[in-house]
């Protein structure tokens, strides 16, 4: 087991050198049809690097973080929302987001299927989820 909640300082430090250029670039692609104000949720959300992946491109969302390791989100930006919960018990209700998205993180989820079935729950109908 990771111990996640040590290792914000290693992931603020370095977490944006894993995601090469084109991935940035196709988040924004992906994130540029959204109308304004549109919520985007972050599972497993670390640090918040692709909620200020997405911010650079589109700071007019409305960014939301989940993880259970504070460690993790006390380096998210202020303009992140951030939830210490799993993907597995999301704490908002039906039809919230979006989008949602996930980086390097779906496979560090306990339980994948209860984590999808989740995601699904709080994405409003025609929502999409983005797993990088
Ligand atoms: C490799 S890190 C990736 C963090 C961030 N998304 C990034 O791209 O840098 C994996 C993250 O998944 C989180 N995580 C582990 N189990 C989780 C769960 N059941 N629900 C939500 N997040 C979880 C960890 O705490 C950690 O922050």
């Known amino acids: 087991m990771i111990p996640f909640n040590h290792l914000g300082i290693v992931f603020n430090t370095f977490g944006s050198f894993i995601y090469p250029r084109s991935v940035r670039t196709e988040l924004c692609t992906f994130l540029q049809p959204l109308p304004s104000q549109s919520k985007v949720l972050d599972i497993g959300a670390g640090t918040g690097i692709l909620c200020q992946f997405s911010y650079e491109c589109r700071e007019d969302l409305n960014f939301v973080a989940v993880d259970p390791a504070e460690g993790m989100m006390k380096y998210a930006k202020a303009y992140v929302q951030t939830h210490k919960a799993s993907a597995e018990a999301l704490p908002f209700e039906n039809d919230s987001f979006d989008v949602a998205m996930m980086g390097e993180s779906l496979h560090h989820f306990r ?22």
């Open 111 to 132: 339980d994948v299927d209860e984590a999808l079935k989740e995601t699904v729950r709080v994405l409003k109908s025609g929502g999409e989820a983005v797993y990088i």
